[in-house]
């Protein structure tokens, strides 16, 4: 597989859309989280408010279909339906890397999505590397040009140290992220690609003033193991024994979640292995603001089309809306003080 920046994001779409880069061990420990049953709510099902705020839009659900594309045809055509999907279901929708947009000003067409998601919450992305090369003004520039209400800087260290090519020198990243958040004038949204944020990154954030992250746990996609398939097809011998070595690395989604959720930021969104309605319970209970749906959507549109993602959705929504009334949950802010049970795993890495 090419190492040009284009054929790499066609590269990860590719896989993506299957199950071969999933975490084989390692899961996001949400079924460690068990919901204690209300045998006796006091509810109307029809009634149940899955209502959330996220930077200030109203979502109809707790649901951002998850960064994962950009830059080539295929990623274009990928991104206006999922885009168009989340304007239609009032779902907040995160694009791909901006890095391709950035070095390739035509591939800009690729992350248009405003056409078909005029009203939509939509997240810019951009890797920390990239950023701390850039002025701020510049960085500003690249989330105007899409419409973006906020800008994800993502953290991508161990999916870099396997990629042919990656990025090796990773200082200054927490001195960007702070100059970021003094000086842009649009939410700064720190996020993980798959390996999730620990207690003490997460507290050097906060001290920096970042207030919305995306914790991007282990256990759904491993980018890792994207770059490993990647360097097994070019041959690349020693890139991809690194990757088999760190296929499975990463912090579990929900041990993220919890790890973070207390330390007071104003959004934590729970991206990384979330494919139920139930996940994105759990994730609620352990105090995300809203849960991040990648994969799984994109397989649905890859196999069913636009109806085949339309019908995913409908089964999540579904799902979470009786969770919530079997936990007597009349609202997210109920759900998220829902009574719950935690297996010793996951009490664990809440113990780190």
Not at 152 to 168: F, I, K, S, T, Y
Not at 207 to 226: E, L, Q
Request: glycine letters at 10%; proline letters at 3%; hydrophobic letters at 45%.
């Amino acid at each position: 597989m090419s190492s040009n920046i284009g054929q790499r994001k066609a590269d990860h779409l590719a896989l993506c859309a299957t199950d071969e880069v999933a975490f084989r061990s390692k899961t996001t420990l949400f079924e460690q989280v068990k919901l204690v049953h209300d045998a006796l709510p006091d509810l109307d099902a029809a009634s149940i408010d899955t209502s959330v705020s996220l930077f200030e839009k109203k979502l109809r659900a707790p649901i951002v279909i998850a960064a994962m594309t950009g830059g080539t045809d295929e990623a274009a055509r990928v991104n206006r339906e999922l885009s168009s999907i989340a304007e239609e279901r009032g779902y907040g929708f995160g694009l791909g890397s901006q890095r391709a947009m950035h070095k390739r000003p035509d591939s800009a067409v690729t992350y248009a999505v405003r056409e078909v998601a005029p009203n939509a919450l939509v997240l810019g992305n951009l890797g920390v590397v990239q950023a701390s090369a850039m002025k701020t003004a510049d960085v500003e520039a690249l989330a105007r040009s899409v419409g973006a209400d906020a800008i994800c800087v993502h953290l991508n260290p161990a999916m870099e140290l396997v990629q042919p090519g990656g990025d090796r020198d990773f200082r200054g990243g927490l001195a960007t992220i702070t100059r970021l958040v003094k000086e842009l004038p649009l939410p700064v949204v720190v996020k993980e690609t798959g390996c999730g944020i620990s207690r003490g990154v997460a507290q050097r954030l906060r001290s920096a003033g970042v207030a919305h992250v995306d914790v991007s746990g282990a256990g759904g996609t491993s980018w890792v193991a994207v770059e490993t398939k990647r360097a097994e097809a070019a041959s690349d011998h020693a890139a991809r024994a690194l990757g088999e070595a760190l296929w499975d690395w990463g912090i579990p989604t929900a041990a993220s979640v919890g790890l973070v959720a207390p330390l007071g930021f104003t959004t934590v969104i729970a991206t990384g292995g979330v494919a139920t309605g139930l996940d994105v319970a759990r994730a609620i209970t352990l105090g995300a603001s809203a849960a991040g749906i990648a994969r799984p959507a994109l397989k649905a549109l890859t196999s069913g089309g636009r109806a085949g993602a339309l019908a995913f959705f409908d089964a999540v929504e579904a799902e979470l809306r009786a969770v919530m009334l079997l936990t007597g949950s009349a609202d997210v802010a109920a759900l998220r003080r829902a009574p719950k049970i935690l297996g010793s795993e996951l009490r664990a890495w809440l113990d780190t």
